[in-house]
């Protein structure tokens, strides 16, 4: 640690421990309050100026503001091509909005202790210097925010100790340190406080501009480069606006879709509107909810207008509108992100209600309420807000208009009960209400909570659908003003907006998340604006305190250094969200792939999906996104016929099928999913190799190879599909799909013991489980097989070919946890558990043999894997084959086969299919066949020989 480090971390204490004693002191000794530090209200202009015509008057500031509004005009015509060429998808690249800032960025975090250190010390001098001017004027005033100031300071100081993990709980003491002192502050000035926080009209142009800017400020975060940032797709995002299209615009039947309707309809009507104007697609859905941020700011402006002056209005709005978070939320089209606008009207026409103090306004705010409830489940708390608040301002009325108002209040709510009540019931399941750690005690648990909801304010937020980036929520240079906000709130509860915002931000913020246990950015959006309303009372109170004891000849200093930061904090709040907020990899595979389906310009082209079938891979998933882009051009049944999952062994082979119907392919490959990597390569070098003349298009996720039928025409070889079936044991028949064989050869393996090797993924599928390719390397045949939670029993059976009295079996799993869930087979009414694999031999495919079980004619298995521990430990189980033998000395790791002489069968006649008797003794045996042509015959990939399925053979 430097000196100056070292300095910049004292001084601020020092400081403050001298304020807090000197304003101790000068109560004690009961210094005054001079008369000329009280700030005075601007001289109104005389009688004759005031006459003088608008644009007159301010003519030198209508000519700043027009050379400002020149010089950006200019900068944007002629911003260089890289400024405003194409968006790269990836955040912090060159060509993104507003990347020219990082210098400064870099520059901060390059230097972060070295700026923290020389601001703590510039402003503990000025703090010093005012309790200097304090003792000398023997004044109690300037005591008082020389304390403010040096609260400020500290919890500054704190904020920044909170980024180092070393001094994290010095951070958190020296925040409460300062809590100290912002209270005895705010006791301190509580009448000039309240005084400051009363509304006051305004002079109506000015408002207007003012509004108007706001206004314009809010729709450039939400608007600009919408359809390029973000670049990515939200799972839930593209889940919710395909249902609302199908819903909504198609008419089609949508099961999920129709649940969430039923429960959540108001996010499905307002994407209408939007869908029918600008077409069904993803950006109409975005532009609502951009649309409707907008909206709510200008909602939050008139309730705080209702509620305090035009400056501390102005502010709140202002900061909502650069809110990082509140953009990223904007921008997306999660039902989470239509939120904003009924978190904060319902409020709003509740102030405009107890202006009017008549029913029909309450019942307008109630009718908001019941909308707010059928929008999604995180506004729930603000019914409970609304109800508080309207408690608290009726609390002198007579009973008797107490209770009609609330009635009409209420009474919409109520309405809703029959449609909520059976989402909400889900909801509690959904939250594990029951599985949050209470045995530990519920003061503990709730203790625990609370501690991670004050982190992900002022430390790191988690991960959300809305927002994802290292840091608190908000920016953190805000979070000390948040603080000093909410302890004068607490103070001034006297003053509505101080009472409004603590009660919106206390019902909003704590009881969900901290007996859920969910600090998440989705659950705290609805109380977001309360927040930032309680950050503009914090700033605003403190421009009041220190106008006070500035000289009036400062004051144009003042304001120029208050204008430097609302310049650049929107500077910075941009940058921050355009260059640092992540774009998860599967968001952005999914607009690689939707974009890849936008291509689809006519109904005669089909988009070929090459995938492994039933695996969890993004090809096979991702069909709402596809359909929707591919309606860019095709009506919706066109859209539905216009693409295709192939198999990836199958796509080369039936491409002469799919040009009977088809004029041009876009055969789409996958070349990020793990599973069937060299197989998807090889379809790649396949495609190139026999269609020359069609085009290879390499994406990040996604390669596309474009052949049409004059390419298809000039192909160098034909990909073909060979089969082997055995009519039984002495003759074996063959069909090639395409072209025409000249020879035939055989080539078994034969096995060295009697076994059945059965591959999981042949088991059929019962519920719950799933054919996968990914989490794990090395397993055999075509994929594994896993359960999800809750699965049931898969089942399967096949003829005995053991002589024995007893079976036993060997199973191939992996996994990746310890549990005390085991898995379970059933072979012929004997059940035995396996998977109880130890630690040490985790994360690695493993054979376990489990037996005797008894033989009979029919082997017949079930296996079941029941899961009765805490659901958010559970890893699923891997099984990649399993082996049945009653030979009890069988070793799976072991060579099981031995290869036989080939054997080669010239055909009179090149053929297409045929059959062959082979020349084998005895025994279990695996063979293919492969075939010779003068056609140029490939198989499925491309390659030479083509080789047909392996198939088993039992000679007696």
Known sequence: MTTLTTLGRLLPLIVFLL???????????????????????????????ARVPFLTRYRWEIILAATVAVILLFAVIFAPPRLTGEIPPEPYMPGRPFFSLHWEREFIAAHSDTIAAWSNIIVSLFCFATVILAIRRRSRLHTEIALLLSSLTLAMLAQWSLTDVKIIRIGAWLYIVSLLGFIYWAWLARPRLVQNLQPESGKPVWEILLVLALLALTAFARFYALESVPYGIEGDEAKWTSEAINLGILGQPDISGEYHRDALPVSFYLQTPFHRLFGANLFSARATVAFLSVVASLAFYWLLRKLAPVPLAALATFLLSVSIFDISASRLA???????????????????????????AFALTGLALAIAALTYDTLWPIIGVCLVLTVIELWKSPAQEKLKLLSALIAPVLLTLPVILPYFISRVAYYELGKKGWEDGWLTVLGRNFVRVLESWFVSLHPDFLYNRVGPLLNAALLPWLAAGVVAALVTVRARSARWLLVWMAMALLPVPIFTNSPLGRVYYPGLPAVYGLVAIGLFLFWKEIQRVLAPSLKPLLIASVIVPLVWLPLTNFYIYFNEVSEPNDRQMRREISEIA??????????????????????????????LFLMNHLTDEQAKRAYERVALDVVMPTIADKFTDWKKLIIVIDRQSPGAKDQRVALTEGLAYCFPRGELLEGRYFDQFILDESAYREAKCLPVTLTLNAEDASRLTWKVSAGKASSVTLLCERQRQNYVWLEAEEIPLGTGWQIEINFAQGWNGSGFVMDNYGS???SYDFGSPFSGQDVYAWVRTYKR??????????????????????????????????????NDEIIRITIARPYNENLQKYMALFMDAFIFTDDTFLDPEATLTEPMPPQYFPLTYAASSGSIQPNLSSGQYTCHIQIDSKQNLVDAFGRLPVSSNDLEVTVP
């Open 792 to 794: 049931q029993f898969l």
């Open 19 to 49: 304020s807090a004693g000197l304003t101790v002191f000068a109560r004690a000794r009961k210094w005054t309050t001079p008369e000329s530090a009280a700030p005075t209200d601007e001289t109104p202009p005389p009688a004759t100026e």
């Open 598 to 627: 936008s291509t689809v310009t006519d109904d005669k082209t089909l988009l070929v999906l090459s995938v492994v079938p039933n695996a969890d891979e993004p090809l096979n998933n991702e069909y709402q996104m596809i359909e």
């Open 817 to 854: 946890v310890t549990d005390n869930s085991p898995a379970y087979l059933n072979v012929n009414d004997t059940t035995l558990s396996f998977g109880t694999t130890p630690e040490e031999l985790l994360n690695e495919w493993i054979w376990e043999r489990i037996g005797p079980f008894p």
């Open 334 to 360: 999660n039902v989470e992100s239509f939120v904003k606008l009924w978190a904060i009207l319902p409020i709003a026409l509740l102030a405009f209600a107890l202006e009017k103090r008549v029913w029909p």
